[in-house]
C-alpha cells in the first residue's frame, strides 16, 4: 500500500500536511485522506509528489524498496 509510504516521506524531512497539500494544490484534508488510506491518491499527484521528494512513482506505491 502506498499510504505508508506517503507519510514516511513526509516525516522524513519534517514536513506538515498542510505543506504537501500546498505542493499538490489540495486542501489539507484531502491530502490526510490520501495518507491514511481512506482516499486513492490520483496518479497525477503520485507523480508530483516522486518529482517533489526526487523518488520514483514505483518507489511511493510500495513496487519497489529502493526509494532511488
Known sequence: M???RLKDL???RDLMQKEIAAVLGIDQRVYS???TGKREI???FVVKLADFYKTS???ILGRTNKPD
Open 57 to 59: 512513482t514505483d518507489y
Open 33 to 35: 485522506n490520501y495518507e
Open 2 to 4: 502506498y499510504y505508508p
Open 42 to 44: 490520483p496518479t497525477r
Open 10 to 12: 513526509r516525516e522524513d
